[in-house]
């Protein structure tokens, strides 16, 4: 019956929830957004890694059973510390189910990874997919203008699409031409129709999200933590504006959000 904590630097961990929401109705969820601090993804490991331990301990107040970091950027820098933090609560990342999921729908590959700067630049994805599939040739590219748009709710039209052709085309111009393409930020599923039309259909876009809550459920199974509800309704935590929280978060949750349900926290 404890609530599954999630956090992320904003609103895009939301995509997770609701492919959590989708996947696990009888689940009670508590989600925190660090709005005030957002974005992590041009922040150093260190940096990053320290606002993630606290959101966790924020979250652990909630008398969570499992914790998901719904930020490929926290997943890339804090996992481990997140894990030994909190053991024997379960934590589960987006990154390690994001890979499962680039290998297994594109066995042949290449793979393109597009994320924040923090993510591309330590290396995670590549990593993680090649530790699944060795000789597989993965690209990658960092894309932080999509997190903004993301957050402004800008996820279609001209702006996005230019935007989209800015990082999408030298990335899908490499020899031999990605075949997926990892959107390996939780703000990125938001703007994924814009991306499949810049990226063509020959490309196979790989959700992390979606592969994130099929951890989740796993995980839950593994620990004898699933619950088959009935579910408590959703509580949201965000470190600055909750009223914005509400109002563009539905575009992430894609369902409207209480403004009640969504509490002012200091971290
Ligand atoms: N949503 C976060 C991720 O998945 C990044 C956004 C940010 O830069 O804060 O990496």
Known sequence: MRPIGIFDSGMGGLTVMAAIRHCLPGESLVYLGDTARLPYGTKSADTVTRYAVQAAEALRRYDIKLLVVACNTASAAALPRLREMLAPLPVVGVIE??????????????????????????????RAIQALSPSMPVVQAPAPLFVG???????DGPIAEAVAHHYLDPLLATLP??????????????????????AGPDVALIDSAEA????????????????????AAPQFLATDAPGRFAHLGEIFLGEPIDPGAVTLVDL
């Open 149 to 155: 748009l993301a957050e402004e709710g800008l996820t």
């Open 212 to 231: 994130a809550a099929a951890a989740v459920e796993s995980a839950l199974k593994e620990h004898g933590l699933l619950n088959p509800g009935p579910a």
């Open 177 to 198: 031409r990605p075949r997926g393409l990892v959107l390996g930020c939780t703000h990125f599923p938001v703007l994924k129709q814009t991306i499949a039309r810049v």
């Open 97 to 126: 189910p994001g890979a499962e999921a680039a290998v297994t729908g594109v066995p042949d590959g290449p793979i393109g990874v597009i994320a924040t700067e923090g993510t591309v630049k330590g290396g995670a994805y590549v």
